[in-house]
Protein backbone atom coordinates (compact mmCIF):
# COMPACT_ATOMS: atom_id res chain seq x y z
CA UNK A 1 0.00 0.00 0.00
CA UNK A 2 1.02 3.44 -0.42
CA UNK A 3 1.77 5.78 2.62
CA UNK A 4 1.56 9.40 2.68
CA UNK A 5 3.55 11.02 5.46
CA UNK A 6 4.26 14.80 6.62
CA UNK A 7 6.25 16.66 8.79
CA UNK A 8 8.61 16.12 6.39
CA UNK A 9 6.58 14.88 3.51
CA UNK A 10 7.33 11.44 2.01
CA UNK A 11 5.83 8.13 0.54
CA UNK A 12 6.44 4.64 1.58
CA UNK A 13 4.98 1.45 0.42
CA UNK A 14 3.74 -0.98 3.20
CA UNK A 15 3.39 -4.46 2.23
CA UNK A 16 -0.62 -5.39 3.15
CA UNK A 17 -2.83 -6.13 4.87
CA UNK A 18 -2.50 -4.81 8.02
CA UNK A 19 -4.19 -3.10 10.61
CA UNK A 20 -3.72 0.75 11.63
CA UNK A 21 -2.40 -0.15 14.67
CA UNK A 22 0.12 -2.73 13.49
CA UNK A 23 1.03 0.22 10.66
CA UNK A 24 1.39 3.15 13.25
CA UNK A 25 3.84 0.54 15.47
CA UNK A 26 5.61 -0.84 12.55
CA UNK A 27 6.78 2.83 12.08
CA UNK A 28 6.93 3.59 15.34
CA UNK A 29 4.54 6.43 15.22
CA UNK A 30 2.76 7.17 18.37
CA UNK A 31 -0.82 6.94 18.35
CA UNK A 32 -1.30 9.88 20.78
CA UNK A 33 -0.05 12.07 17.78
CA UNK A 34 -1.20 10.75 14.41
CA UNK A 35 -4.33 10.13 12.54
CA UNK A 36 -4.36 7.87 9.72
CA UNK A 37 -6.79 9.15 6.27
CA UNK A 38 -8.49 7.05 4.01
CA UNK A 39 -10.47 8.75 1.18
CA UNK A 40 -10.89 11.41 2.98
CA UNK A 41 -12.13 10.04 6.50
CA UNK A 42 -10.83 8.81 9.72
CA UNK A 43 -9.75 5.66 10.10
CA UNK A 44 -9.65 3.64 13.14
CA UNK A 45 -7.21 1.63 14.98
CA UNK A 46 -9.09 -2.04 14.12
CA UNK A 47 -9.36 -1.18 10.59
CA UNK A 48 -7.73 -3.58 8.33
CA UNK A 49 -6.01 -2.14 4.95
CA UNK A 50 -6.20 -3.77 2.15
CA UNK A 51 -2.45 -3.96 -0.04
CA UNK A 52 -3.75 -1.76 -2.37
CA UNK A 53 -4.50 1.55 0.14
CA UNK A 54 -3.74 4.58 -0.30
CA UNK A 55 -3.77 6.22 3.25
CA UNK A 56 -2.36 9.39 4.96
CA UNK A 57 -0.52 9.19 7.79
CA UNK A 58 -1.02 12.86 9.65
CA UNK A 59 0.91 14.36 12.58
CA UNK A 60 -1.02 16.24 14.62
CA UNK A 61 1.48 18.43 16.72
CA UNK A 62 2.00 21.78 16.02
CA UNK A 63 3.10 24.92 18.06
CA UNK A 64 5.92 27.48 19.13
CA UNK A 65 5.08 29.71 21.97
CA UNK A 66 1.64 30.10 21.97
CA UNK B 1 -14.89 -0.87 17.07
CA UNK B 2 -18.34 0.54 17.52
CA UNK B 3 -19.81 3.73 18.84
CA UNK B 4 -20.55 4.22 22.45
CA UNK B 5 -23.19 6.27 21.51
CA UNK B 6 -24.90 5.07 18.39
CA UNK B 7 -23.50 1.32 18.29
CA UNK B 8 -22.95 2.38 14.67
CA UNK B 9 -19.34 1.61 13.23
CA UNK B 10 -16.27 3.70 14.90
CA UNK B 11 -13.87 5.95 13.30
CA UNK B 12 -11.93 7.07 16.35
CA UNK B 13 -11.08 6.09 19.76
CA UNK B 14 -10.41 8.05 22.54
CA UNK B 15 -8.40 6.29 24.91
CA UNK B 16 -8.49 8.65 28.19
CA UNK B 17 -12.46 8.61 27.80
CA UNK B 18 -12.30 4.75 27.67
CA UNK B 19 -15.21 5.24 24.43
CA UNK B 20 -15.09 4.59 20.26
CA UNK B 21 -17.04 7.50 18.24
CA UNK B 22 -18.81 7.50 15.09
CA UNK B 23 -18.06 10.85 12.93
CA UNK B 24 -21.45 12.12 14.37
CA UNK B 25 -20.88 11.82 17.78
CA UNK B 26 -17.69 12.18 17.59
CA UNK B 27 -18.35 16.07 16.51
CA UNK B 28 -21.14 16.31 19.50
CA UNK B 29 -18.81 15.20 21.92
CA UNK B 30 -15.86 17.72 20.79
CA UNK B 31 -19.12 20.69 21.02
CA UNK B 32 -20.30 19.49 24.37
CA UNK B 33 -16.57 19.11 25.80
CA UNK B 34 -16.07 22.90 24.22
CA UNK B 35 -19.25 24.16 25.72
CA UNK B 36 -18.52 22.30 29.36
CA UNK B 37 -15.30 24.20 29.14
CA UNK B 38 -16.95 27.26 28.79
CA UNK B 39 -19.39 26.55 31.62
CA UNK B 40 -17.10 25.38 33.90
CA UNK B 41 -14.78 28.60 33.39
CA UNK B 42 -17.30 30.86 33.15
CA UNK B 43 -15.41 31.92 29.60
CA UNK B 44 -17.82 33.86 27.33
CA UNK B 45 -21.36 34.99 27.95
CA UNK B 46 -23.93 34.45 24.75
CA UNK B 47 -23.61 38.30 24.33
CA UNK B 48 -20.14 38.24 24.00
CA UNK B 49 -18.61 39.47 20.83
CA UNK B 50 -15.60 37.40 20.41
CA UNK B 51 -12.80 37.96 18.76
CA UNK B 52 -10.87 34.56 17.24
CA UNK B 53 -6.82 34.69 17.09
CA UNK B 54 -7.19 32.94 13.50
CA UNK B 55 -3.67 31.43 12.18
CA UNK B 56 -5.20 29.24 9.51
CA UNK B 57 -3.65 26.15 11.35
CA UNK B 58 -6.44 23.52 12.88
CA UNK B 59 -6.89 24.59 16.44
CA UNK B 60 -7.55 28.14 15.35
CA UNK B 61 -10.38 26.73 12.71
CA UNK B 62 -11.64 24.18 14.96
CA UNK B 63 -12.99 26.52 17.22
CA UNK B 64 -13.94 28.93 15.33
CA UNK B 65 -16.16 26.59 13.55
CA UNK B 66 -17.32 25.04 17.02
CA UNK B 67 -17.93 28.69 18.94
CA UNK B 68 -19.97 29.40 15.39
CA UNK B 69 -21.71 25.87 15.82
CA UNK B 70 -22.60 26.97 19.35
CA UNK B 71 -24.40 30.31 18.33
CA UNK B 72 -21.47 32.41 19.44
CA UNK B 73 -20.99 35.85 17.62
CA UNK B 74 -17.31 35.70 16.38
CA UNK B 75 -15.20 36.97 13.87
CA UNK B 76 -11.55 36.61 12.97
CA UNK B 77 -8.09 37.93 12.92
CA UNK B 78 -4.82 37.05 11.47
CA UNK B 79 -1.63 38.03 11.77
CA UNK B 80 0.73 38.08 8.87
CA UNK B 81 4.12 37.01 10.04
CA UNK B 82 6.07 37.30 6.93
CA UNK B 83 7.45 33.35 7.49
CA UNK B 84 8.03 32.76 3.60
CA UNK B 85 5.89 30.74 2.35
CA UNK B 86 4.55 29.24 5.11
CA UNK B 87 2.62 32.64 5.68
CA UNK B 88 1.33 33.08 2.99
CA UNK B 89 0.06 29.89 2.76
CA UNK B 90 -1.22 29.59 6.13
CA UNK B 91 -3.06 33.38 5.45
CA UNK B 92 -4.58 31.81 2.21
CA UNK B 93 -6.70 28.89 4.78
CA UNK B 94 -7.79 31.40 7.41
CA UNK B 95 -9.00 33.76 4.27
CA UNK B 96 -10.99 30.55 2.73
CA UNK B 97 -12.31 29.17 5.84
CA UNK B 98 -13.68 32.63 6.41
CA UNK B 99 -15.69 33.27 2.80
CA UNK B 100 -16.88 29.94 2.84
CA UNK B 101 -18.80 30.46 6.10
CA UNK B 102 -19.81 33.90 5.40
CA UNK B 103 -17.81 34.77 8.77
CA UNK B 104 -15.46 38.14 8.99
CA UNK B 105 -11.58 37.49 9.24
CA UNK B 106 -9.67 40.81 9.95
CA UNK B 107 -6.17 41.14 8.71
CA UNK B 108 -2.80 42.64 9.64
CA UNK B 109 0.72 42.58 8.22
CA UNK B 110 3.87 42.46 10.75
CA UNK B 111 5.96 43.80 7.29
CA UNK B 112 3.40 46.12 5.81
CA UNK B 113 2.25 47.82 8.88
CA UNK B 114 5.16 47.63 11.12
CA UNK B 115 8.17 47.42 9.06
CA UNK B 116 9.66 44.00 10.53
CA UNK B 117 8.92 40.02 9.73
CA UNK B 118 9.37 37.47 12.07
CA UNK B 119 12.71 35.81 11.03
CA UNK B 120 14.81 38.97 10.12
CA UNK B 121 13.18 41.09 13.28
CA UNK B 122 14.04 38.49 16.14
CA UNK B 123 17.22 38.37 14.45
CA UNK B 124 17.93 42.03 14.67
CA UNK B 125 16.48 42.10 17.95
CA UNK B 126 18.29 39.06 19.56
CA UNK B 127 15.04 36.92 20.35
CA UNK B 128 13.90 33.68 19.58
CA UNK B 129 11.57 33.73 16.31
CA UNK B 130 8.67 32.02 18.56
CA UNK B 131 9.55 34.61 21.36
CA UNK B 132 8.93 37.56 18.98
CA UNK B 133 6.72 36.01 17.23
CA UNK B 134 4.29 34.92 20.37
CA UNK B 135 5.09 38.68 21.79
CA UNK B 136 4.17 40.26 18.42
CA UNK B 137 0.49 38.40 18.31
CA UNK B 138 -0.32 38.77 21.81
CA UNK B 139 0.30 42.60 21.25
CA UNK B 140 -1.53 42.70 17.93
CA UNK B 141 -4.70 40.76 18.98
CA UNK B 142 -5.01 43.13 22.14
CA UNK B 143 -4.93 45.90 19.99
CA UNK B 144 -7.56 44.73 17.33
CA UNK B 145 -9.46 43.68 19.94
CA UNK B 146 -9.54 46.58 21.97
CA UNK B 147 -10.06 48.87 18.62
CA UNK B 148 -13.10 46.90 17.66
CA UNK B 149 -15.07 46.95 21.08
CA UNK B 150 -14.87 42.77 21.37
CA UNK B 151 -15.22 41.72 24.27
CA UNK B 152 -13.14 38.49 24.31
CA UNK B 153 -10.33 37.17 22.22
CA UNK B 154 -10.69 33.30 22.18
CA UNK B 155 -7.51 31.23 20.97
CA UNK B 156 -7.36 27.40 19.91
CA UNK B 157 -4.78 26.35 22.74
CA UNK B 158 -5.68 22.82 23.45
CA UNK B 159 -4.96 19.79 26.18
CA UNK B 160 -2.07 19.75 24.78
CA UNK B 161 -0.60 23.19 24.35
CA UNK B 162 -1.55 23.28 28.11
CA UNK B 163 -0.04 20.55 29.30
CA UNK B 164 3.37 21.37 27.74
CA UNK B 165 3.04 24.81 29.19
CA UNK B 166 2.27 23.47 32.73
CA UNK B 167 5.67 20.73 32.12
CA UNK B 168 7.94 23.12 31.23
CA UNK B 169 6.86 25.56 34.55
CA UNK B 170 6.97 23.13 36.79
CA UNK B 171 10.48 21.78 34.90
CA UNK B 172 11.75 25.14 35.69
CA UNK B 173 9.58 25.79 38.58
CA UNK B 174 8.34 29.56 37.21
CA UNK B 175 6.14 30.28 39.85
CA UNK B 176 4.93 33.61 38.12
CA UNK B 177 3.78 32.07 35.04
CA UNK B 178 2.30 28.95 36.90
CA UNK B 179 0.03 31.52 38.37
CA UNK B 180 -1.32 32.56 35.11
CA UNK B 181 -2.28 28.64 33.73
CA UNK B 182 -6.34 29.29 33.58
CA UNK B 183 -7.72 28.71 30.73
CA UNK B 184 -9.21 32.17 31.47
CA UNK B 185 -7.71 35.15 32.21
CA UNK B 186 -10.33 38.40 33.50
CA UNK B 187 -10.24 41.38 31.63
CA UNK B 188 -7.60 44.01 33.15
CA UNK B 189 -5.92 46.95 32.90
CA UNK B 190 -7.80 47.78 29.23
CA UNK B 191 -6.92 44.67 28.11
CA UNK B 192 -9.95 41.96 26.72
CA UNK B 193 -10.51 38.88 28.18
CA UNK B 194 -8.57 36.22 27.10
CA UNK B 195 -10.36 32.28 26.72
CA UNK B 196 -9.11 29.12 25.63
CA UNK B 197 -12.15 26.97 25.16
CA UNK B 198 -10.63 23.61 23.59
CA UNK B 199 -8.56 22.57 26.85
CA UNK B 200 -10.83 20.24 27.05
CA UNK B 201 -9.18 18.71 23.88
CA UNK B 202 -6.44 16.82 22.72
CA UNK B 203 -4.75 17.87 19.71
CA UNK B 204 -5.80 14.72 17.89
CA UNK B 205 -9.10 15.26 18.63
CA UNK B 206 -9.13 19.06 16.99
CA UNK B 207 -7.41 17.42 13.48
CA UNK B 208 -9.92 14.82 13.75
CA UNK B 209 -12.79 17.18 14.17
CA UNK B 210 -11.31 19.31 11.10
CA UNK B 211 -11.04 16.11 8.87
CA UNK B 212 -14.26 14.75 9.98
CA UNK B 213 -15.93 18.84 9.18
CA UNK B 214 -14.04 19.03 6.16
CA UNK B 215 -11.81 22.28 6.91
CA UNK B 216 -8.84 22.56 5.77
CA UNK B 217 -6.07 23.38 7.36
CA UNK B 218 -2.36 24.13 7.15
CA UNK B 219 -0.92 20.75 8.15
CA UNK B 220 2.51 21.75 7.92
CA UNK B 221 4.77 22.35 10.54
CA UNK B 222 5.80 26.63 11.12
CA UNK B 223 9.63 26.27 9.66
CA UNK B 224 10.72 28.40 12.65
CA UNK B 225 9.13 26.18 15.24
CA UNK B 226 11.17 22.79 14.73
CA UNK B 227 13.04 21.82 17.49
CA UNK B 228 11.93 24.28 20.25
CA UNK B 229 11.01 22.79 23.84
CA UNK B 230 7.50 23.21 23.49
CA UNK B 231 7.67 20.41 20.60
CA UNK B 232 10.18 18.61 23.20
CA UNK B 233 7.59 18.33 25.81
CA UNK B 234 4.63 17.70 23.79
CA UNK B 235 6.15 14.53 22.75
CA UNK B 236 7.32 13.58 26.19
CA UNK B 237 3.96 13.97 27.64
CA UNK B 238 2.45 12.05 24.10
CA UNK B 239 4.57 8.88 25.11
CA UNK B 240 3.01 8.86 28.52
CA UNK B 241 -0.19 9.16 27.64
CA UNK B 242 0.39 5.96 25.19
CA UNK B 243 1.45 3.91 27.98
CA UNK B 244 -1.02 6.20 30.61
CA UNK B 245 -4.46 7.39 28.95
CA UNK B 246 -5.79 10.18 30.73
CA UNK B 247 -1.82 11.40 31.85
CA UNK B 248 -2.02 14.27 29.73
CA UNK B 249 -6.16 15.35 31.54
CA UNK B 250 -5.18 15.02 35.09
CA UNK B 251 -1.40 16.69 34.93
CA UNK B 252 -3.44 20.07 33.58
CA UNK B 253 -6.72 19.80 35.24
CA UNK B 254 -6.06 18.20 38.52
CA UNK B 255 -3.15 21.00 38.85
CA UNK B 256 -5.74 23.78 38.15
CA UNK B 257 -8.43 21.92 40.70
CA UNK B 258 -5.01 21.78 43.57
CA UNK B 259 -2.76 23.40 43.03
CA UNK B 260 -2.77 26.41 41.09
CA UNK B 261 -4.58 28.47 43.35
CA UNK B 262 -1.00 28.39 45.77
CA UNK B 263 -0.01 30.50 42.69
CA UNK B 264 -2.26 33.20 42.13
CA UNK B 265 -0.36 35.40 44.72
CA UNK B 266 2.45 35.61 43.12
CA UNK B 267 0.26 37.08 39.89
CA UNK B 268 -1.21 39.58 42.07
CA UNK B 269 1.37 40.85 43.25
CA UNK B 270 3.42 40.90 40.74
CA UNK B 271 1.38 42.58 37.71
CA UNK B 272 -2.07 43.44 39.09
CA UNK B 273 -0.93 45.81 41.59
CA UNK B 274 1.48 47.59 39.40
CA UNK B 275 -0.23 51.03 37.75
CA UNK B 276 -0.35 50.94 34.00
CA UNK B 277 -0.15 54.14 32.00
CA UNK B 278 -0.56 54.24 27.89
CA UNK B 279 2.78 53.42 25.77
CA UNK B 280 4.01 56.66 24.58
CA UNK B 281 4.18 54.78 21.03
CA UNK B 282 1.06 53.35 20.30
CA UNK B 283 -1.14 53.66 23.72
CA UNK B 284 -1.34 50.02 24.73
CA UNK B 285 -1.36 49.85 28.37
CA UNK B 286 2.29 49.18 29.91
CA UNK B 287 4.52 49.14 33.06
CA UNK B 288 7.22 50.81 31.02
CA UNK B 289 7.56 54.09 28.62
CA UNK B 290 6.88 52.42 25.83
CA UNK B 291 5.38 48.57 25.40
CA UNK B 292 7.30 45.54 25.14
CA UNK B 293 5.99 44.97 21.09
CA UNK B 294 7.01 48.97 20.54
CA UNK B 295 10.42 47.99 21.89
CA UNK B 296 10.69 44.57 19.86
CA UNK B 297 9.64 47.37 16.18
CA UNK B 298 12.52 49.53 17.51
CA UNK B 299 15.29 47.36 17.61
CA UNK B 300 13.48 45.16 15.02
CA UNK B 301 13.92 47.71 12.57
CA UNK B 302 16.61 49.02 13.59
CA UNK B 303 19.19 49.62 10.59
CA UNK B 304 22.48 47.89 10.98
CA UNK B 305 25.16 50.04 12.10
CA UNK B 306 27.74 50.65 9.24
CA UNK B 307 31.37 49.67 10.71
CA UNK B 308 33.63 52.64 10.70
CA UNK B 309 37.39 52.41 9.46
CA UNK B 310 39.08 51.29 6.77
CA UNK B 311 37.48 48.20 4.95
CA UNK B 312 38.72 45.28 3.13
CA UNK B 313 36.89 43.87 -0.24
CA UNK B 314 38.08 40.13 -1.72
CA UNK B 315 40.59 40.98 -4.67
CA UNK B 316 39.10 40.64 -8.24
CA UNK B 317 40.82 37.47 -9.58
CA UNK B 318 42.00 39.77 -12.28
CA UNK B 319 43.79 41.70 -9.50
CA UNK B 320 44.49 38.15 -7.94
CA UNK B 321 46.30 37.11 -10.89
CA UNK B 322 48.26 40.36 -11.59
Known amino acids: ?66 | MKCRVCRGPAIIDIRRHNANFCAEHFLKLCRDQTAKAIDRFAMLEPSDRILVAVSGGKDSLAVWDILTELGFDADGFYVGLGIGDYSDTSAGYARRFASERGLTLHTEDLLRDHGFDVPHGSRAAKRAPCSACGLSKRHLFDEAARRGGYDAIVTGHNLDDEAAVLMGNVLHWHTDYLGRQAPLLPARHGFPKKAKPLVRLTERETAAYCVLRGIDYLVDECPMAVGNKHLAYKAALNDIERDSPGAKYDFYFRFLDQAASRFETTLDTDTDQIPLAPCTRCGAPTNNAICSFCALTERATSAVPLRMGATRRAPHPEEANS
Open chain 1, 1 to 66: MKVHLRNPTRELEIEGPITVSALLDQLDLNRESHLVIEDGTLVPADKMLSPHAVIEIRSVISGGER
